[in-house]
């Protein structure tokens, strides 16, 4: 079994900052991908950013250009910071865990913290 712990979530104002963390333990075998996805309520969960093991990442549309996912293998963490937020950027942000082909898609994901609310003011 995989364990995700998030944190890092909070009210912040329009164009400020926040940086959030995954904590993993488990099989960590099951995490050469780490994803963050995102929730707003009436929406559809959505991929936000992810990272292989390698270092390799890859970035939702939206968040492009203001958002940067990182990991630290040696401290089994995953960090999202997120810069110029906007009120859009409002939701339950999730982090997820799959193996070597998972890519943008839900289902791709095998495990999943229990997310951590965003709220972006103006």
């Known amino acids: 079994q995989v364990q995700l712990v998030e944190s890092g979530g909070g009210l912040v104002q329009a164009g400020g900052s926040l940086r959030l963390s995954c904590v993993v333990s488990?099989?960590?075998?099951?995490?050469?991908?780490m994803a963050w996805f995102r929730q707003a309520p009436g929406k559809e969960r959505e991929f936000v950013a992810g990272?292989?093991?390698?270092?390799?990442?890859s970035y939702g549309d939206t968040v492009k250009g203001r958002f940067a996912i990182s990991r630290d293998n040696a401290k089994n963490t995953v960090y999202l910071e997120m810069n110029s937020l906007k009120p859009e950027d409002t939701a339950v942000y999730y982090c997820?865990?799959?193996?070597?082909?998972?890519?943008?898609?839900?289902?791709?994901?095998?495990?999943w913290g229990q997310g951590t609310q965003v709220t972006v003011s103006s």
């Open positions: 997820a865990a799959g193996r070597m082909s998972a890519t943008v898609k839900v289902d791709d994901y095998d495990y």
């Open positions: 488990g099989r960590t075998s099951s995490t050469y991908v």
């Open positions: 990272i292989r093991w390698s270092g390799s990442v």
